[in-house]
């Protein structure tokens, strides 16, 4: 829903960015009113200390996601856009299992991992085709 949602915003605003904006000015709200009524004390600071600095890098990969569904939507469909969101993400999944990225603990690579993979990403190009041969 939200790729369908967040592409039709884009389009009212005629401004993606403006429309991711809007999408994170929203869950901004949210989450500071849920954050106050949970209220517990945060550790940024600690966190900010002990951390590496790449933990901090999720709300920019979240702006990117928002931007890249609202950007392909329109153009190629939400049935196209999230067969391929999830095939770019165990693909990726696949290498940062496998090299131990981020602190993970490494996984070997499978033939039914890699087939998984493949079979996915074939199904995801064949949704994209479908809607270019429908367009």
């Known amino acids: 829903m939200q790729a369908a949602v967040n592409g039709r915003l884009g389009q009212a605003l005629h401004h993606r960015m403006h429309a ?9 709200i949210f989450a500071i009113s849920y954050c106050l009524l949970e209220y517990r004390p945060t ?3 600690s966190a900010a200390k002990t951390s590496p600095w790449w933990i901090w890098l999720g709300g920019l990969m979240g702006v ?5 569904t609202i950007f392909a939507v329109p153009r190629i469909g939400v049935v196209a856009v999230l067969p ?13 299992e496998y090299f ?20 996915v ?6 949704f994209a085709a479908s809607k270019a041969k429908s367009s």
């Open 20 to 28: 991711v904006l809007a999408s994170f000015i929203i869950g901004t």
């Open 64 to 68: 990117f996601f928002v931007w890249s």
């Open 43 to 45: 550790q940024f600071v």
């Open 121 to 126: 990403l074939a199904g995801a190009v064949l």
């Open 84 to 96: 391929l969101v999830v095939a770019g993400q165990l693909a990726v999944s696949l290498l940062i």
């Open 100 to 119: 131990g990225w981020f602190r993970t603990a490494p996984q070997p690579l499978s033939t039914a991992k890699v087939a998984g993979c493949i079979l």
